[in-house]
T-cell receptor, first 112, second 113 residues
Framework: DAGITQSPRHKVTETGTPVTLRCHQTENHRYMYWYRQDPGHGLRLIHYSYGVKDTDKGEVSDGYSVSRSKTEDFLLTLESATSSQTSVYFC???????????FGQGTRLTVV | QKEVEQNSGPLSVPEGAIASLNCTYSDRGSQSFFWYRQYSGKSPELIMSIYSNGDKEDGRFTAQLNKASQYVSLLIRDSQPSDSATYLCAVDRLTGTASKLTFGTGTRLQVTL
């Protein structure tokens, strides 16, 4: 299995608080992705990275920011959590364009 | 228009039958196409990848790609109850050094005994 670890695995937070999710990989993969998964919506791309400090927005980026200061870590931050951000968040990585992506175990985030 | 579209299902097929899953995409610049399987409560895992027009077979699975029609499909022969899962179509577009990987909503497959 690819060495991709998401932390925390579960989190309950209050509306308006900042939250940071971490994706850590030991594969030296160049590309990293953050998705959210909600019933009926599949996997929706939030942000992605194609190298250290190189990131771009996905289809549902509003309310989220990311940072990638080193190859192995990709952080997703909810600056002020809202109930609509309650979801399961998946991180994925891949070595290069056009190759298989590997997924972390997911983080279940509940905003109350 | 969504970038990647799938019928959400559920698609119900009897054990031993062929399951046919379909996907359309909107970006003609997409170069790589994937099918992932996701069991309930688990992470997605790769089933098939396809990069050029035509068919690609791997065991009971066949992926089909038609770039002119912007259409990707997955056939599962001799469907088994263990194939019951959600199947996600994914499309990868390279722009310079950036690689954007977009998924569809997934099709839930139920294989009945």
């Amino acid at each position: 299995d690819a060495g991709i670890t998401q932390s925390p695995r579960h989190k309950v937070t209050e509306t308006g608080t900042p939250v940071t999710l971490r994706c850590h990989q030991t594969e030296n993969h160049r590309y990293m992705y953050w998705y959210r998964q909600d019933p009926g919506h599949g996997l929706r791309l939030i942000h992605y990275s194609y190298g250290v400090k190189d990131t771009d927005k996905g289809e549902v980026s509003d309310g989220y920011s990311v940072s990638r200061s080193k190859t192995e870590d990709f952080l997703l931050t909810l600056e002020s959590a809202t109930s609509s951000q309650t979801s399961v968040y998946f991180c994925a990585t891949k070595l290069q364009g056009g190759t298989e992506a590997f997924f972390g175990q997911g983080t279940r985030l509940t905003v109350v | 228009q969504k970038e990647v579209e799938q019928n959400s299902g559920p698609l119900s097929v009897p054990e031993g039958a062929i399951a046919s899953l379909n996907c359309t995409y909107s970006d003609r610049g997409s170069q790589s196409f994937f099918w992932y399987r996701q069991y309930s409560g688990k992470s997605p895992e790769l089933i098939m990848s396809i990069y050029s027009n035509g068919d690609k077979e791997d065991g009971r699975f066949t992926a089909q790609l038609n770039k002119a029609s912007q259409y990707v499909s997955l056939l599962i022969r001799d469907s088994q109850p263990s194939d019951s899962a959600t199947y996600l179509c994914a499309v990868d577009r390279l722009t310079g050094t950036a690689s954007k990987l977009t998924f569809g909503t997934g099709t839930r497959l139920q294989v009945t005994l």
